[in-house]
């Protein structure tokens, strides 16, 4: 993997964790990560779990997290949204 300042890593949260791919991901690439933020859709719950989990694979702490609930997106409707993409973003440049 190339030079990033921030590597940004989504999944969707599957039985309360992050994928197999996110994993594979993480694990692969952890000696090359140095400030990460994961972002994850879900149905409604296991968000934190899957991030714990991310933090473990990747070694390092994200410098944000944003999660996403499924039906906001899929019911097209930012203002469900909006302002934890904000927060998510305001995150990141507060902790450049
Ligand atoms: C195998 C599987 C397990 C899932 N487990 C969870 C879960 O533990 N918690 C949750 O809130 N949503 C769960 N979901 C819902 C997905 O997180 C949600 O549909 C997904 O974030 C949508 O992204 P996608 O369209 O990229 O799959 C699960 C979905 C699948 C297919």
Redesign the pocket.
Known sequence: MGSFDLVAIGT?????TCTPAARAFCEQYADQLQRVAFVA??????DARAYKAMEGYCGVAPAATLTLI?KHIKADDPEKYTAAVEAFVQQLVETQ
Not at 12 to 16: E, L
């Open positions: 969707p949260v599957w039985a309360f859709t879900m149905g409604g719950s296991g499924d």
